[in-house]
């Protein structure tokens, strides 16, 4: 690929468990790519199976980038993230290797594509006096207190996002303006990427049925193994990264608060509704392109492959590699 003054990636977005890891893969593999995670827990270190986190032999096939780059106890937001990525993402094009990336955290592909809205420096006290303050009124609270100072905020926020709840309350107490006005002013316009964005989609009752195959492989791997480790490592399970779904359930069952079935159904059903979530975010972007990554796939890679090859002038798609 040829190097160009604005890094050019190819993004393949969809919900948990749809399948885009593996378009990814493929894709990367055919065209000697290499991938840039975007999801947000996958950047955290020992949490491997709850995440779905690429393979050793994965990773040994198409290098990966974003993983593994913070421990649990960490703050890691989607400005730190903007920043490894693109620094990424300008070492692969230097290379002159092409870009994939592959994630379903919406919000960080929108900062990598579109930018970000910066705003104002953490405030550790701040936010170390809202966490304990969730923890000792219940859940919940300051997604209430969120709504009564930004309700545009609150309507997008889910009530346990924590971590972006906590920020829009930091945002507003710092300049006594609400974050969603800070963005509606930024607009996301700012181009950060030439980006083509396919999305990965399947039916509701598909991938419903594909997310209970996944949360039961997901124990098969070594799930509850793996909290037991990271409660063995001192890490507090109220920490942000260790109430991620499946995690949360299925600490309960480990310390005797319900039954290994009723945990397992708990764990799919937060994994739908997460999945719901991201589908209704990467929906409302109307440069995403939609494909079923099984009954469109020559479709999908072959839009794939018409992209990445325009930058080269000799490139056709006759001479693609072929990804079937």
Same mark, same amino acid.
């Given at each position: 690929?040829?190097?160009?003054?604005?890094?050019?990636?190819?993004?393949?977005?969809?919900?948990?468990?749809?399948?885009?890891?593996?378009?990814?893969?493929?894709?990367?593999?055919?065209?000697?790519?290499?991938?840039?995670?975007?999801?947000?827990?996958?950047?955290?270190?020992?949490?491997?199976?709850?995440?779905?986190?690429?393979?050793?032999?994965?990773?040994?096939?198409?290098?990966?980038?974003?993983?593994?780059?913070?421990?649990?106890?960490?703050?890691?937001?989607?400005?730190?993230?903007?920043?490894?990525?693109?620094?990424?993402?300008?070492?692969?094009?230097?290379?002159?290797?092409?870009?994939?990336?592959?994630?379903?955290?919406?919000?960080?592909?929108?900062?990598?594509?579109?930018?970000?809205?910066?705003?104002?420096?953490?405030?550790?006290?701040?936010?170390?006096?809202?966490?304990?303050?969730?923890?000792?009124?219940?859940?919940?609270? !300051? &997604?209430?207190?969120?709504?009564?100072? /930004? $309700?545009?905020? *609150?309507?997008?926020?889910?009530? +346990?996002? @924590?971590?972006?709840?906590?920020?829009?309350?930091?945002?507003?107490?710092?300049?006594?303006?609400?974050?969603?006005?800070?963005?509606?002013?930024?607009?996301?316009?700012?181009?950060?990427?030439?980006?083509?964005?396919?999305?990965?989609?399947?039916?509701?009752?598909?991938?419903?049925?594909?997310?209970?195959?996944?949360?039961?492989?997901?124990?098969?791997?070594?799930?509850?193994?793996?909290?037991?480790?990271?409660?063995?490592?001192?890490?507090?399970?109220?920490?942000?990264?260790?109430?991620?779904?499946?995690?949360?359930?299925?600490?309960?069952? !480990? &310390?005797?608060?319900?039954?290994?079935? /009723? $945990?397992?159904? *708990?764990?799919?059903?937060?994994? +739908?509704? @997460?999945?719901?979530?991201?589908?209704?975010?990467?929906?409302?972007?109307?440069?995403?392109?939609?494909?079923?990554?099984?009954?469109?796939?020559?479709?999908?890679?072959?839009?794939?492959?018409?992209?990445?090859?325009?930058?080269?002038?000799?490139?056709?798609?006759?001479?693609?590699?072929?990804?079937?």
């Amino acid at each position: 690929m040829t190097t160009a003054s604005t890094p050019r990636a190819l993004v393949i977005v969809g919900p948990t468990a749809v399948g885009k890891s593996v378009v990814a893969m493929t894709i990367a593999s055919a065209i000697d790519g290499e991938i840039v995670s975007a999801d947000s827990r996958q950047v955290y270190r020992y949490l491997d199976f709850g995440t779905a986190k690429p393979t050793p032999a994965e990773r040994a096939r198409v290098p990966h980038h974003l993983l593994d780059v913070a421990d649990p106890d960490e703050w890691f937001d989607v400005a730190r993230y903007r920043r490894l990525a693109l620094a990424a993402i300008a070492d692969i094009t230097e290379r002159r290797r092409p870009v994939v990336i592959c994630g379903g955290t919406g919000l960080y592909v929108r900062a990598l594509v579109h930018g970000l809205f910066a705003g104002p420096a953490a405030v550790p006290e701040l936010r170390a006096e809202l966490y304990n303050l969730e923890r000792e009124r219940g859940a919940g609270t !300051l &997604h209430s207190r969120l709504a009564e100072v /930004d $309700a545009a905020s *609150a309507a997008r926020l889910h009530p +346990r996002d @924590l971590v972006r709840i906590v920020r829009a309350l930091e945002v507003r107490e710092v300049t006594g303006r609400p974050i969603s006005a800070w963005q509606e002013d930024h607009g996301f316009g700012e181009r950060g990427l030439d980006a083509l964005i396919l999305g990965c989609s399947r039916p509701r009752a598909e991938l419903a049925g594909r997310i209970m195959d996944r949360c039961r492989a997901m124990l098969d791997d070594g799930l509850l193994g793996e909290i037991q480790s990271l409660e063995a490592r001192g890490y507090s399970d109220r920490l942000p990264p260790l109430r991620s779904v499946g995690y949360r359930e299925m600490r309960a069952y !480990l &310390h005797g608060e319900t039954t290994y079935e /009723d $945990a397992l159904h *708990a764990f799919a059903r937060a994994t +739908r509704r @997460l999945a719901k979530r991201q589908c209704a975010w990467f929906r409302r972007d109307p440069a995403v392109q939609w494909f079923h990554p099984d009954l469109e796939r020559a479709a999908l890679f072959g839009r794939a492959l018409d992209w990445l090859a325009q930058p080269c002038a000799a490139a056709s798609s006759s001479n693609a590699p072929s990804l079937r």
